[in-house]
């Protein structure tokens, strides 16, 4: 399921439809011969309409995904190489019009790139229990003041049935390393949830071993979403007691050897982490050329080594998308539940402006509301129903598998 911009119908003219998309001029046709007059409010797919809405919908949509910039300010680029120190000063950029020239760049970007939705995730928050002790992580072993919590098998289908009900598609199941999970409840997950409808399953449960990958890869998963969290390697040590970032990284290219689509990328503004750090996760990723990725601002956590950290600045989240945007033309970037979590604007806010910098996604809890406030990675993390964008939400039918296979998700 995803949402577009609607258009206004500006002129008709033989089966051509003039419309005003954001204050720019297309021109699409009336394939599915709707009953169109100039004025009326429409959806666009590829280069045709496909649906009427009314005004209170227009409005609703445009207040969700913003209205983008009418005309690009651009920067001077040349997108095939982008080189460290650019990417630096880029996510150094304190004057407003340069700020806001970099995202209409990444926007005009994915606008070339991309149709122009925003795809809806789901994400099941399966288990909170967690082998590793990441410094950052609330739900890292150490952390006794967590309320542990493992869903059944049964649960586990029945919250994806739910949510497929509200027309997702497209689910992430993350837990913490948690080997309770083991070969037999994995498949019978992954087999259950198969067997209810044709649905995208990206894995997000840790550093298992590749067979067990493989298996579950035959069984229908297709996406694994597994953050290098950061390619320095001296930080990736600190953070990461007892592991190295050479296996992470090795890990995630055997995922992708294995057939999987992947899911990567780092967090935002770790302690100790440089805006040069920043610049070379992001060029990792342009190298891993992930199908969608994965950042983040870090919160720091209660009952954590990192507790007392601080927080990133919010600009910073954005600018790395618009420059994760320009690296990346055609890649999935959604905006995430901790950039949701710390907007001081709201998540809406926030949403608009990644949307307004490159952004093209967004990832929604559907863990059930019993277990939901226990995967404490950090503290207050974002949660509201969303119901608007499940109403508004499009290509519902059969007509969504096509959109994502438009976008290379093969189910
Ligand atoms: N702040 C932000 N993100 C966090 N994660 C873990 N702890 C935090 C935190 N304190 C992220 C990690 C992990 C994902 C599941 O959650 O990047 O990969
Ligand atoms: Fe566990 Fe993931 Fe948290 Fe690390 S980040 S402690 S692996 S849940």
């Known amino acids: 399921m995803c949402l577009t911009i609607p258009a206004k119908i500006k002129k008709l003219n033989n089966g051509q439809v003039e419309i005003d998309l954001r204050g720019r001029d297309r021109v699409v046709s009336n394939n599915l011969r709707l009953p169109l007059k100039v004025g009326d409010w429409v959806l666009c797919v590829n280069d045709y309409v496909f649906k009427k809405i009314n005004n209170t919908e227009a409005n609703e949509l445009l207040m969700l995904l913003g209205t983008g910039p009418k005309t690009g300010s651009s920067l001077k680029i040349n997108q095939t190489v982008l080189n460290k120190s650019d990417i630096i000063s880029w996510l150094a950029l304190e004057k407003r019009e340069e700020i806001k020239a970099l995202y209409d760049t990444a926007y005009n970007t994915k606008l070339s790139s991309l149709p122009e939705h ?4 789901g994400i099941i928050e399966f288990s909170n229990y967690c082998i590793n002790n990441c410094t950052y992580c ?6 006794k003041k967590v309320v542990r919590y493992r869903m059944s098998v049964a ?6 049935k739910t949510a497929m009900k509200k027309n997702y598609k497209v689910f992430v199941l993350q837990s913490g390393e948690d080997p309770y999970y083991d070969e037999e409840k994995l ?28 298996k579950l890869f035959a069984a229908g998963a297709r996406g694994v979403l597994m953050r290098f969290e950061t390619s320095n390697k001296k930080l990736y040590a600190t953070l990461h007691p007892g592991e190295n970032f050479t296996n992470k990284l090795e890990l995630i290219k055997k995922l992708k050897n294995i057939g999987y689509q992947i899911s990567t990328g780092f967090m935002i503004g770790l302690p100790g982490q440089t805006t040069a750090d920043i610049a070379d996760d992001l060029l990792l990723l342009q190298e891993l050329k992930p199908f969608m990725v994965s950042f983040g601002p870090f919160i720091p956590s209660n009952n954590t080594p990192l507790a007392k950290a601080l927080l990133v600045d919010e ?3 954005l600018k790395t998308i618009a420059v994760a945007r320009l690296l990346l033309p055609q890649a999935m970037i959604p905006i995430t539940t901790a950039a949701e979590t710390i907007a001081k604007g709201g998540a809406n806010d926030i949403r608009r402006r990644a949307f307004a910098a490159g952004a093209n996604a967004v990832m929604f809890n559907q863990t059930p509301k019993r277990f939901r406030d226990n995967y404490y990675i950090y503290e207050n993390k974002f949660f509201d129903r969303q119901k608007s964008y499940e109403r508004l939400g499009l290509f519902t039918g059969d007509f969504s598998y096509q959109m994502m296979e438009e976008l290379g998700l093969e189910i």
């Open 138 to 143: 609330g739900l890292r072993r150490d952390n």
């Open 315 to 317: 600009e910073m989240i």
């Open 155 to 160: 649960q586990i289908i029945q919250a994806a």
């Open 187 to 214: 498949l019978q997950i992954i087999s259950g949830i198969k067997k209810l409808g044709r649905v995208f399953i990206y894995l997000s449960i840790g550093d298992r071993d590749l067979k067990l990958y493989e």
């Open 118 to 121: 925003i795809c809806i995730h």
